[in-house]
């Protein structure tokens, strides 16, 4: 189960700071991603980390503005998201893939599990 959390409202900028806390999994054996998806469009990769943690992709959109990390005691991963911008409002889903891999996998249908989203909404 994937949990994820942080989200909210905040001015083009600021920043936030997702969680998403995995139960019931070997977590280290999960590769972890970010996906969000905004009002009629579809879901895309935002940024995704390795077993280890040390390999990171990240979508153009977001490169030197947001960081993806992983601590695997306590489970958990998180997107520090800086500089948002209006364009970066989504529901934010963590995702997890039972697979050993040095690099991120990008692509959403090899996850086979999801979180429930967290809303991030960035004003102007």
């Known amino acids: 189960q994937l949990q994820a959390s942080g989200g909210g409202l905040v001015q083009a900028g600021g920043s936030l700071r997702l969680s998403c806390a995995a139960s019931g999994l070997p977590f280290s054996s999960y590769v972890m991603a970010w996906f969000r998806q905004a009002p009629e469009r579809e879901r895309e990769f935002v940024a995704g980390?390795?077993?280890?943690?040390?390999?990171?992709s990240y979508a153009d959109s977001v490169k030197g503005r947001f960081a993806i990390s992983r601590n695997n005691a306590p489970n958990t991963v998180y997107l520090q998201m800086n500089s948002l911008k209006p364009e970066d409002t989504a529901v934010y889903y963590c995702?997890?893939?039972?697979?050993?891999?040095?690099?991120?996998?990008?692509?959403?249908?090899?996850?086979?599990?999801w979180g429930q989203g967290t809303e991030v909404t960035v004003s102007s």
């Open positions: 980390i390795s077993n280890g943690g040390g390999s990171t």
């Open positions: 995702a997890a893939e039972r697979r050993f891999t040095m690099a991120p996998i990008t692509r959403a249908g090899e996850y086979d599990y």
